[in-house]
């Protein structure tokens, strides 16, 4: 006897096309013959039998009749009224034998309040609740899935534990919020899985979960259960310490690194190194060297090698390539331990058009913008997200907070900020759409940047958002509250672009360039700028930096130690990508190895060292970084004299000078004169033509002494060694207060009585 009252709605099971198909699966109070009583429906494709056992008593048991074929079972049992816990015992044809709570007797694992929040835009831990989450629900250990799909026609769980048999776990609807839920107890961690969904147009696609924490090694592309809280931290006093920083006035010298191409293993087919293997090989490395931080190109899940990790397909997964969750979370928690922060490199402008991906998800474009003229990014290939749209500005918000949190990554250098600010990015007349004002500002992807950031800097204190963008937007930097976009730095293309315009120069030429060189601090205090040599400036034929530098080969790596000590000596955070410290020759690739053999050449050692002692010495010394941000930080003492080429300046903290003093040309200045602001004796501190660094030894052995010969707008000037294609650090010696100089305290004469 079948108790089911429209019929059809068997079949829509049979054919998993049910968008509620817990009204007809599970066990179910019905009235027979005017008694009151319940009956168990199940669909099982490949079962033989079923029997519905009581979880309580485990002794009584009803068999289930096969009501339909392929796998439909049902079961009235009269001597029961009320609903009760239950498991099924089933066999299949070859003797194979199982038990299981059924999916389909359990309440949703999403509260309304959960989906309120969510279809407001404001559920920054919604990672929590969709996706697939290994809990005891309802006394049952399981897995509770659930994704986001409102246009969709029906929605169901596919996996290696079922076959991947699109119609053996179909999920429900939650009321108008547009979420798929489903319990499926049993499950395990490692356990793939995709949502197969049946799109508003009919066709039917398998998509990986867009919360999903882990993923499958690409090609693959289903996506992994995985228990991501089970990681035991021991970065504690890191992460107190992080609560109370002050980035603006800590050092920062971030070493850029893709983890593909760092390093490889050559004798086992060159294979990546693991994420465990990256904590025991560049952690050290990095703190060896002396960079304060680690910047990661993207490592969220990416089905493409040479797109960078730039087109993310799994945006709360660490790729796969090189390993677990867990091995990502010991090699950040090891940065940690040794005193390195870690900036993770974060996509939220776009992202492919894969069919497992985001894109059109429930047949709709769901995360994308529907006009395609605001939608599309049609010279990457890529969607745009659809900033406007609660729920996806809601995904990008609560996928920052997760790499922050969750994580432990100190900040997310955003890319592409530029593509989301302006509607006409890149696109040529008739290919964009204004917004409701005519302009070319994307007002929503605005909001959305000041939500998110505003969000970052209440919840999580200390850690940092940076900016990639390069055009002249106003506030980039500026507290969102003050009408700025929250950030808390911007990478400063302007001055990467001036710079390697003028350092490529014959130094010739240099002389009518000199603006290229110095304007950078014309607009230095309108934001809070990262001074950068990144990764997108060695590759596409650009050539790697030492190739950038123009002369002979001791030409070329003098040009090189006096770039990256100007770079160091000019207010703004710094930026070096991998390979630069010992000046690679090749163009990056991320297909292979950086090339470390070079290091059994002396030159390129000496290059390497230069940039450790340089590193050590910015982390050492206040001035270079205590006032980045501070006007009082820095002053010229002369950036005018383009005839020379010789710039010079003065970087403060707040309580130290250094004198820096930077020759542009191979000529050597044996007795060059710069003013000082006190009078005083000058040591040289740091010099970039030292003879172990691979530089001709033009040197200052002596301290300056000050003379009272008016220079540079100061009464005092000091003459020094500049040498060719090199920079020179001085410091200016505080004597020791003699007792002859001590003030003695005065005597207070005591009144006469």
Same mark, same amino acid.
């Given at each position: 006897?079948?108790?089911?009252?429209?019929?059809?709605?068997?079949?829509?099971?049979?054919? =998993?096309? +049910?968008?509620?198909?817990?009204?007809? *699966? @599970?066990? /179910?109070?019905?009235?027979?013959? &005017?008694? #009151?009583? %319940?009956?168990?429906?199940?669909?099982?494709?490949?079962?033989?039998?079923?029997?519905?056992?009581?979880?309580?008593?485990?002794?009584?048991?009803?068999?289930?009749?096969?009501?339909?074929?392929?796998?439909?079972?049902?079961?009235?049992?009269?001597?029961?009224?009320?609903?009760?816990?239950?498991?099924?015992?089933?066999?299949?044809?070859?003797?194979?034998?199982?038990?299981?709570?059924?999916?389909?007797?359990?309440?949703?694992?999403?509260?309304?309040?959960?989906?309120?929040?969510?279809?407001? =835009?404001? +559920?920054?831990?919604?990672?929590?609740? *969709? @996706?697939? /989450?290994?809990?005891?629900?309802? &006394?049952? #250990?399981? %897995?509770?899935?659930?994704?986001?799909?409102?246009?969709?026609?029906?929605?169901?769980?596919?996996?290696?534990?079922?076959?991947?048999?699109?119609?053996?776990?179909?999920?429900?609807?939650?009321?108008?919020?547009?979420?798929?839920?489903?319990?499926?107890?049993?499950?395990?961690?490692?356990?793939?899985?995709?949502?197969?969904?049946?799109?508003?147009?009919?066709?039917?696609?398998?998509?990986?979960?867009?919360?999903?924490?882990?993923?499958?090694?690409?090609?693959?592309?289903?996506?992994?259960?995985?228990?991501?809280?089970?990681?035991?931290?021991?970065?504690?006093?890191?992460?107190?310490?992080?609560?109370?920083?002050?980035?603006?006035?800590?050092?920062?010298?971030?070493?850029?690194?893709?983890?593909?191409?760092?390093?490889?293993?050559?004798?086992?087919?060159?294979?990546?190194?693991?994420?465990?293997?990256?904590?025991?090989?560049?952690?050290?490395?990095?703190?060896?060297?002396?960079?304060?931080?680690?910047?990661?190109?993207?490592?969220?899940?990416?089905?493409?090698?040479?797109?960078?990790?730039?087109?993310?397909?799994?945006?709360?997964?660490?790729?796969?390539?090189?390993?677990?969750?867990?091995?990502?979370?010991?090699?950040?928690?090891?940065?940690?331990?040794?005193?390195?922060?870690?900036?993770?490199?974060?996509?939220?402008?776009?992202?492919?058009?894969?069919?497992?991906?985001?894109?059109?998800?429930?047949?709709?474009?769901?995360?994308?913008?529907?006009?395609?003229?605001?939608?599309?990014?049609?010279?990457?290939?890529?969607?745009?997200?659809?900033?406007?749209?609660?729920?996806?500005?809601?995904?990008?918000?609560?996928?920052?907070?997760?790499?922050?949190?969750?994580?432990?990554?100190?900040?997310?250098?955003?890319?592409?900020?530029?593509?989301?600010?302006?509607?006409?990015?890149?696109?040529?007349?008739?290919?964009?759409?204004?917004?409701?004002?005519?302009?070319?500002?994307?007002?929503?992807?605005?909001?959305?940047?000041?939500?998110?950031?505003?969000?970052?800097?209440?919840?999580?204190?200390?850690?940092?958002?940076?900016?990639?963008?390069?055009?002249?937007?106003?506030?980039?930097?500026?507290?969102?509250?003050?009408?700025?976009?929250?950030?808390?730095?911007?990478?400063?293309?302007?001055?990467?672009?001036?710079?390697?315009?003028?350092?490529?120069?014959?130094?010739?030429?240099?002389?009518?360039?000199?603006?290229?060189?110095?304007?950078?601090?014309?607009?230095?205090?309108?934001?809070?700028?990262?001074?950068?040599?990144?990764?997108?400036?060695?590759?596409?034929?650009?050539?790697?930096?030492?190739?950038?530098?123009?002369?002979?080969?001791?030409?070329?790596?003098?040009?090189?130690?006096?770039?990256?000590?100007?770079?160091?000596?000019?207010?703004?955070?710094?930026?070096?990508?991998?390979?630069?410290?010992?000046?690679?020759?090749?163009?990056?690739?991320?297909?292979?190895?950086?090339?470390?053999?070079?290091?059994?050449?002396?030159?390129?050692?000496?290059?390497?060292?230069?940039?450790?002692?340089?590193?050590?010495?910015?982390?050492?010394?206040?001035?270079?970084?205590?006032?980045?941000?501070?006007?009082?930080?820095?002053?010229?003492?002369?950036?005018?004299?383009?005839?020379?080429?010789?710039?010079?300046?003065?970087?403060?903290?707040?309580?130290?000078?250094?004198?820096?003093?930077?020759?542009?040309?191979?000529?050597?200045?044996?007795?060059?004169?710069?003013?000082?602001?006190?009078?005083?004796?000058?040591?040289?501190?740091?010099?970039?033509?030292?003879?172990?660094?691979?530089?001709?030894?033009?040197?200052?052995?002596?301290?300056?002494?000050?003379?009272?010969?008016?220079?540079?707008?100061?009464?005092?000037?000091?003459?020094?060694?500049?040498?060719?294609?090199?920079?020179?650090?001085?410091?200016?010696?505080?004597?020791?207060?003699?007792?002859?100089?001590?003030?003695?305290?005065?005597?207070?004469?005591?009144?006469?009585?």
């Amino acid at each position: 006897m079948i108790t089911i009252k429209h019929l059809n709605e068997l079949f829509q099971i049979i054919n =998993g096309e +049910h968008a509620d198909p817990h009204t007809v *699966l @599970g066990m /179910h109070e019905v009235e027979e013959d &005017g008694k #009151k009583c %319940v009956v168990v429906r199940a669909f099982i494709p490949g079962a033989q039998t079923i029997t519905v056992v009581d979880a309580n008593t485990r002794r009584l048991k009803y068999p289930m009749e096969r009501i339909h074929e392929d796998g439909f079972f049902e079961v009235i049992i009269p001597d029961r009224e009320e609903w009760f816990r239950y498991r099924l015992e089933c066999t299949d044809y070859q003797g194979n034998s199982w038990h299981t709570y059924d999916p389909y007797a359990f309440s949703p694992t999403i509260s309304e309040y959960d989906r309120y929040l969510f279809g407001e =835009g404001n +559920h920054y831990e919604i990672y929590e609740k *969709l @996706g697939a /989450h290994l809990i005891t629900f309802e &006394g049952a #250990k399981g %897995v509770s899935f659930a994704v986001w799909a409102p246009n969709a026609k029906s929605v169901s769980v596919i996996g290696n534990f079922n076959g991947w048999d699109t119609r053996r776990h179909p999920m429900r609807l939650l009321g108008q919020s547009g979420i798929w839920e489903l319990f499926i107890p049993g499950l395990a961690a490692m356990d793939q899985y995709k949502f197969h969904v049946v799109q508003s147009t009919g066709k039917q696609v398998d998509k990986c979960d867009p919360y999903a924490f882990y993923a499958q090694l690409r090609p693959e592309t289903a996506s992994v259960i995985y228990p991501i809280g089970r990681y035991k931290w021991k970065d504690r006093k890191w992460m107190t310490a992080r609560k109370k920083a002050n980035v603006y006035t800590a050092p920062m010298n971030i070493y850029e690194v893709h983890l593909g191409s760092w390093m490889r293993v050559p004798e086992e087919g060159d294979r990546f190194l693991t994420y465990t293997e990256m904590a025991e090989k560049l952690v050290p490395y990095v703190k060896e060297m002396g960079f304060s931080h680690i910047e990661l190109l993207p490592v969220e899940e990416h089905p493409f090698d040479g797109s960078w990790g730039y087109q993310v397909t799994g945006y709360y997964a660490p790729t796969s390539r090189y390993g677990t969750p867990a091995m990502f979370k010991e090699f950040i928690d090891t940065c940690h331990q040794n005193g390195i922060g870690v900036i993770l490199d974060w996509v939220p402008a776009h992202f492919p058009k894969d069919e497992f991906g985001l894109g059109r998800f429930d047949g709709t474009a769901l995360y994308e913008h529907q006009d395609p003229r605001r939608g599309e990014h049609l010279q990457w290939g890529t969607y745009i997200f659809n900033y406007g749209r609660k729920e996806v500005s809601n995904f990008l918000i609560a996928n920052a907070l997760f790499w922050l949190d969750e994580y432990h990554i100190d900040g997310l250098r955003v890319d592409a900020v530029a593509s989301m600010l302006y509607l006409d990015f890149c696109k040529n007349d008739g290919e964009w759409a204004a917004n409701e004002y005519g302009g070319r500002e994307n007002l929503e992807a605005v909001e959305f940047i000041k939500h998110m950031n505003s969000i970052v800097s209440k919840r999580l204190p200390g850690t940092m958002m940076i900016a990639e963008e390069s055009t002249s937007w106003k506030g980039v930097t500026k507290s969102a509250d003050d009408n700025g976009l929250g950030f808390t730095m911007k990478w400063n293309m302007g001055w990467m672009n001036d710079f390697l315009f003028y350092i490529k120069k014959d130094p010739i030429y240099r002389k009518y360039h000199h603006n290229n060189l110095t304007f950078g601090m014309a607009y230095n205090y309108s934001e809070n700028f990262v001074l950068v040599l990144s990764h997108d400036e060695v590759v596409h034929e650009k050539s790697a930096m030492i190739g950038k530098m123009p002369g002979d080969l001791w030409q070329k790596y003098a040009n090189l130690r006096l770039s990256y000590g100007f770079m160091y000596g000019h207010p703004g955070k710094k930026l070096l990508f991998m390979g630069g410290e010992f000046a690679q020759f090749n163009e990056w690739s991320e297909s292979r190895s950086l090339d470390w053999h070079l290091l059994q050449y002396k030159d390129h050692q000496q290059m390497q060292l230069y940039m450790k002692d340089l590193n050590h010495f910015y982390l050492s010394e206040s001035p270079f970084w205590q006032q980045d941000y501070d006007p009082h930080g820095f002053t010229w003492i002369e950036c005018d004299d383009a005839e020379s080429s010789v710039v010079s300046f003065i970087r403060r903290s707040q309580d130290k000078e250094l004198y820096f003093i930077c020759n542009f040309t191979p000529e050597t200045y044996e007795d060059f004169r710069i003013g000082v602001p006190f009078a005083g004796t000058y040591k040289e501190v740091f010099n970039s033509d030292a003879e172990k660094y691979g530089g001709s030894g033009v040197v200052n052995k002596k301290a300056a002494v000050s003379e009272k010969m008016p220079w540079n707008h100061y009464q005092n000037s000091i003459r020094v060694k500049v040498p060719p294609l090199g920079m020179v650090v001085l410091e200016r010696k505080v004597p020791e207060e003699t007792k002859a100089e001590k003030k003695t305290p005065k005597k207070t004469e005591k009144k006469k009585a």
